[in-house]
């Protein structure tokens, strides 16, 4: 059993950066892989970024490529997103997600963190 704890977020204007944080508990922690995924008012949840259990693998969707970082600190049992040159269009709950591959489907992923709101303003 793995829980995730977000921490993070806000209300930023554009272009400005924001850092998510997901801390999970369980000796288990380590062996997972670990999502992101973001979910705005009217619209389904969407892919964000994914990292392996190791950190050595990672991918994003085309949206974030280039302007968000996933990372993860084992030692610590925290999975991070760092969020640059934010745009009015990332504003959305964001979630993360454990699971035993890093997949760009949600499906994949057995553990969910709470939810955290950001808010890019224009």
């Known amino acids: 059993q793995v829980q995730l704890v977000q921490s993070g977020g806000g209300l930023v204007q554009a272009g400005g950066s924001l850092r998510l944080s997901c801390a999970g508990s369980?000796?288990?922690?380590?062996?997972?892989?670990m999502g992101w995924f973001r979910q705005a008012p009217g619209k389904e949840r969407e892919f964000v970024a994914a990292?392996?259990?190791?950190?050595?693998?990672?991918h994003y969707a085309d949206s974030v490529k280039g302007r968000f970082t996933i990372s993860r600190d084992n030692a610590k049992n925290t999975v991070y997103l760092q969020m640059n040159s934010l745009k009015p269009e990332d504003t959305a709950v964001y979630y993360c997600?454990?699971?035993?591959?890093?997949?760009?489907?949600?499906?994949?992923?057995?553990?969910w963190g709470q939810g955290t709101q950001v808010t890019v303003s224009s």
């Open positions: 997600a454990a699971g035993p591959i890093h997949s760009s489907y949600a499906r994949s992923y057995d553990y």
């Open positions: 369980g000796r288990t922690f380590n062996g997972y892989a």
């Open positions: 990292i392996s259990w190791s950190g050595g693998s990672t």
